[in-house]
């Protein structure tokens, strides 16, 4: 049984440009989470979804980032345009039906660097 | 805002040793308390979930308590072994105005040396 799929596992681009990551949730779970993890401010929530629909998106830090479920298999992460300063360990995470945030799966994240 | 604190951040032990890492959290609303393993480039594995009723739980050499009027948890490790070493992370299940949310410490970095 596949994990939590995240790609690419590694991008580095300069400011200015546009990234996009990608998630593919753990088949059947219905809530995904995004997170981005830095040294100094630790692990952050950044947005969830439940049935494809964003239900918090309280925690993405600015206009620039954007979060999209167009289907049960597939969420995207995009940041236009980057900064330096976004440079993290982005995470994403699927739960399954029933269990909200209690259970999470975590994949092995997308580390950004901005150049 | 639900603020979770993790003591120390980073710990170094002999192999075999017991030992105890701290989380506080300032606001007792919380739903469950769980404790994560994240290790070098890899995402986070769920060790432990505390329901708030709930004082403990225990999975094979880990131990974690739950004191929610305090605001405090401990993980307890026995006997630890040089594959304990990695990054464990703190996180309460807390009510947001549109759900609940996860929100981590930001975690306890811990060597066990042969």
């Known amino acids: 049984d596949a994990g939590v799929i995240q790609s690419p596992r590694h991008e580095v681009t300069e400011m200015g440009q546009e990234v996009t990551l990608r998630c593919k949730p753990i088949s059947g779970h219905d809530y995904l989470f995004w997170y981005r993890q830095t040294m100094m401010r630790g692990l952050e929530l950044l947005i969830y979804?439940?049935?494809?629909?964003?239900?918090?998106d309280s925690g993405m830090p600015e206009d620039r980032f954007s979060a999209k479920m167009p289907n049960a298999s597939f969420s995207t992460l995009k940041i236009q345009p980057s900064e330096p300063r976004d440079s993290a360990v982005y995470f994403c995470a699927s739960s399954p039906p029933g269990q909200g945030t209690d259970t999470q799966y975590f994949g092995p994240g997308t580390r950004l660097t901005v150049l | 805002k639900q603020e979770v604190t993790q003591i120390p951040a980073a710990l170094s032990v002999p192999e075999g040793e017991n030992l105890v890492l701290n989380c506080s959290f300032t606001d007792s609303a919380i739903y469950n308390l769980q404790w994560f393993r994240q290790d070098p480039g890899k995402g986070l594995t769920s060790l432990l979930l505390?329901?708030?009723?709930?004082r403990e739980q225990t999975s094979g050499r880990l131990n974690a308590s739950l004191d929610k009027s305090s605001g405090r948890s401990t993980l307890y490790i026995a006997a630890s072994q040089p594959g304990d070493s990695a990054t464990y992370l703190c996180?309460?299940?807390?009510?947001?105005?549109?759900?609940?949310?996860?929100?981590f410490g930001k975690g306890t970095t811990l060597s066990v040396s042969s």
């Open positions: 996180a309460v299940a807390h009510p947001q105005q549109a759900g609940t949310a996860l929100i």
């Open positions: 979804f439940n049935n494809n629909v964003p239900i918090d």
């Open positions: 505390i329901q708030s009723s709930q």
